[in-house]
């Protein structure tokens, strides 16, 4: 495999196969599932699936450009990284790989609150368009000086999330008894023995390195060491988050400022009348409201309302480059990945991101070439079927 550029995987299932074996249950899972009967998580897959492209033929695609202009910021192809806490337990130091990945394919990635590695050493030894996301804890003034600490580190925009006021439920963390931080327990002890290559390549290579991993942008009283929730509970929400709250980071964040987790036209509609550069059209992936739509469904009634009033982004569902194309062309300017790139990571650092980035590449290449686009900025409602 070494010798094989493709490192023998094809698809985005082959590395998820690939991490479901590699990684320990509890934390496959926690990356993998969604929330409480996985409705939504399958909703978002198979929507999607149920759009049709309408190819036309006789077209010269002999020559196809996917790069794109997003934000006043050249991206290299109409994908981004989403944000992703568990990115540095699929492997050591994981976000600063995954986010080399990303520079080095000219695309954004997206630092999450929750990660394990210092915002300014992804700065540093990764650059390339950087986000950072935010949670809004229960004391306010925290969130806000982690984002003057995300200013003063060079990030180009702020992603503040709001989709999720109270934890959601996420019962199979409670019995797979992992933990964000990571923490051995017993019931985990046997699951992350079974994983002896995850075990020696991640944990114990931070031990040798300075300790088990913690939250490193949390303050320093909140930076728990692997002591604690199960994961997806670990993260103080705020139920009390208003609009004030996109009014005051606007006021204290100088750079673009997106809005993640909209699903009503009304709020996107609010988030731009609010001065938000962006907004991404989520359900966290299936991860929190089960009963939410698809976030493709969602997307054409937020292209009405918006008007073009701010840049659309959205995630949740998307496995295959055709999505992406499907996406583009029902109004959307780009989308971000976040499950689909920790697969990689999970598999090979770095190379398996970069992997990951490539396969997106080439099926949207070829679904362009297919349908008869040169350009993905001529994509339209012409080229959906129906």
Same mark, same amino acid.
């Given at each position: ?8 995987? /094809? ?13 320990? =249950?509890?934390? *496959? ?40 202009? @997003? ?18 337990? %699929? ?5 600063? $790989?995954? $986010? ?8 954004? *990635? ?14 540093? !030894? ?5 986000? *950072? ?10 969130? #806000? ?16 999330? @709001?989709? %999720?006021? @109270?934890?959601?439920?996420? !019962? /199979? ?21 079974? #994983? ?9 290579? /931070? ?10 942008? *949390? ?30 980071? =606007? !006021? ?11 699903? #009503? ?53 998307? =496995?295959?480059? $055709? ?19 920790? /697969? ?16 997106? =590449? ?25």
């Amino acid at each position: 495999m070494a010798n094989d550029p493709l490192m023998g995987v /094809y698809s985005v299932d082959d590395l998820r196969e690939i991490a479901r074996r590699k990684l320990p =249950r509890g934390l *496959f899972e926690f990356i993998d599932r969604g929330n409480d009967d996985e409705v939504a998580m399958r909703d978002n897959i198979e929507a999607i699936a149920r759009i049709k492209l309408k190819p036309r033929v006789l077209a010269d695609v002999s020559t196809r450009k996917l790069a794109t202009t @997003v934000m006043g910021r050249e991206w290299k192809m109409p994908v981004g990284i989403g944000p992703t806490g568990s990115a540095g337990l %699929t492997w050591y130091q994981g976000e600063i $790989a995954l $986010a080399k990945a990303a520079a080095k394919a000219g695309i954004p *990635f997206t630092l999450a609150t929750g990660s394990m590695t210092a915002m300014e050493r992804v700065v540093q !030894e990764a650059g390339g368009i950087l986000w *950072f996301q935010l949670y809004m804890w229960p004391e306010r003034a925290l969130s #806000h000086k982690l984002v003057e600490r995300a200013r003063d580190a060079g990030y180009e925009a702020l992603v503040f999330t @709001v989709d %999720t006021p @109270v934890a959601p439920g996420r !019962e /199979y963390n409670l019995r797979n008894g992992f933990m964000i931080p990571f923490k051995f327990t017993r019931r985990n002890v046997i699951d992350v023995s079974l #994983h002896p290559g995850w075990l020696f390549s991640v944990i114990c290579k /931070y031990l040798v390195n300075g300790g088990l991993p913690k939250y490193e942008n *949390f303050p320093a009283h909140m930076q728990t060491r692997i002591t604690a929730l199960p994961m997806g509970r670990s993260m103080a929400t705020n139920p009390s988050m208003s609009w004030d709250d996109v009014k005051a980071l =606007r !006021e204290l964040w100088p750079r673009q400022l997106i809005i993640k987790g909209i699903q #009503h036209p009304a709020d996107a509609l609010k988030a731009a009348e609010l001065g938000a550069d962006a907004i991404i059209i989520s359900n966290h992936g299936g991860r929190v409201l089960d009963s939410a739509p698809p976030t493709i469904d969602s997307l054409p009634g937020i292209v009405a309302a918006v008007k073009g009033r701010t840049t659309i982004l959205i995630d949740s569902g998307f =496995r295959r480059g $055709a999505d992406v194309v499907k996406a583009l062309a029902m109004g959307a300017d780009a989308v971000l990945l976040g499950r689909a790139p920790l /697969y990689g990571t999970a598999f090979a650092g770095e190379a398996g991101a970069a992997r990951v980035i490539q396969l997106y =590449r080439d099926e949207i290449d070829r679904v362009m070439g297919l349908i008869g686009c040169r350009d993905v900025a001529d994509l339209g409602p012409e080229h959906i079927a129906g």
